[in-house]
């Protein structure tokens, strides 16, 4: 599953062939490595369940086109790429009060 991500500090966390820079946020697949990172508080996840296929090429040519706008190129990738609604929708609940009939 992709994600979206970046670090704490300067510095970059490698894990495989996955590379998050220490100057962007980067997309790269959840891995253990990386969940852990983000609970030593090393990694900052910016979005979960990104559409399946998304690469961090996708999010370069955002970050490229926001001139290294940070907030524009993570809003703007994330309303591309980011969650999708769910198929099945929870029902909605009818929350009005029952209302006894006179007979």
Same mark, same amino acid.
């Given at each position: 599953?992709?994600?979206?991500?970046?670090?704490? /500090?300067?510095?970059?966390?490698?894990?495989?062939?996955?590379?998050?820079? =220490?100057? !962007?946020? =980067?997309?790269?697949?959840?891995?253990?490595?990386?969940?852990? !990172?983000?609970?030593?508080?090393?990694?900052?996840?910016?979005?979960?369940?990104?559409? =399946? /296929?998304?690469?961090?090429?996708?999010?370069?040519?955002?970050?490229?086109?926001?001139?290294?706008?940070?907030?524009?190129?993570?809003?703007?990738?994330? $309303? $591309?790429?980011?969650?999708?609604?769910?198929?099945?929708?929870?029902?909605?609940?009818?929350?009005?009060?029952?209302?006894?009939?006179?007979?």
């Amino acid at each position: 599953m992709p994600i979206l991500v970046e670090t704490t /500090g300067q510095f970059q966390l490698m894990d495989f062939h996955q590379l998050v820079p =220490a100057h !962007r946020p =980067a997309v790269v697949e959840q891995t253990n490595l990386f969940s852990s !990172r983000a609970l030593l508080g090393q990694l900052k996840i910016l979005a979960n369940d990104l559409k =399946a /296929g998304t690469t961090d090429k996708d999010f370069e040519a955002f970050w490229a086109e926001s001139g290294g706008d940070h907030a524009l190129a993570v809003e703007s990738f994330i $309303a $591309a790429f980011g969650p999708q609604p769910s198929p099945n929708p929870e029902p909605e609940l009818d929350l009005k009060p029952e209302t006894k009939k006179k007979v």
